[in-house]
């Protein structure tokens, strides 16, 4: 909407005028030439100084809020060692594997390195357990006795604790027993 009324003062980029109803208005500078005390008409001035801080804010904002998802939903809560081979950390969250590092011996593809994480904790161990099986790298178990498993729990932040029953109940059926050590000096 274009405001017409008498010049005050002028700058660079501002006309400052006095329209017919005695309100003083800030106008954009245009391709006439103000001068002081004529009429001069143009569109009124927005500052954008306030408007790119605003943005900034907002993306502050933004991004602050994708962090602090980011860390709750994909950071480990919990996280235990499994020797199957060698030493294997899994960090979980939300009783989902969202890490597997240190994988020792066992071969694994992007495929089945991607498989393992997103599983819920047993079925993700039991994925680990039958390519540990496959390529005959499990800890050794003779006639008189069962192979072990060791889990050592080495943080645990979660509400509840870690079930691995459905992991001991099949490593069992491979003549295997699973130990598990909370870190509290109680074994399951």
């Known amino acids: 909407m274009k405001i017409t009324g008498k010049v005050i003062n002028f700058d660079e980029e501002k006309v400052y005028i006095v329209t017919d109803t005695k ?26 100084t306030n408007q790119v801080k605003i943005i900034s804010i907002i993306i502050a904002i933004c991004v602050l809020l994708t962090t602090t998802l980011y860390f709750i939903f994909f950071s480990a809560t919990s996280s235990f060692i499994v020797t199957i081979d060698g030493n294997t950390k899994v960090g979980v969250n939300n009783n989902k594997i969202i890490s597997v590092t240190d994988v020792g011996d066992i071969e ?5 390195f991607t498989s393992i994480k997103g599983n819920e904790v047993n079925d993700g161990l039991i994925l680990l357990f039958d390519l540990a099986y496959k390529q005959e790298i499990l800890p050794p178990q003779d006639f008189w006795s069962m192979g072990k498993i060791h889990i050592y729990v080495t943080k645990d932040k979660g509400e ?29």
Do not use: C, S
Request: no cysteine; charged share 30%; proline share 3%.
């Open 23 to 48: 309100e003083f208005v800030t106008l954009e500078r245009n391709e006439m030439d103000p001068i002081k005390g004529r009429v001069y008409t143009g569109i009124e001035y927005i500052d954008r």
């Open 108 to 112: 694994l593809t992007n495929e089945q």
């Open 160 to 188: 509840e604790p870690i079930d691995f029953t459905k992991f001991k109940e099949y490593a069992y059926q491979f003549n295997y027993e699973v130990i598990v050590n909370r870190n509290n000096n109680t074994f399951d």
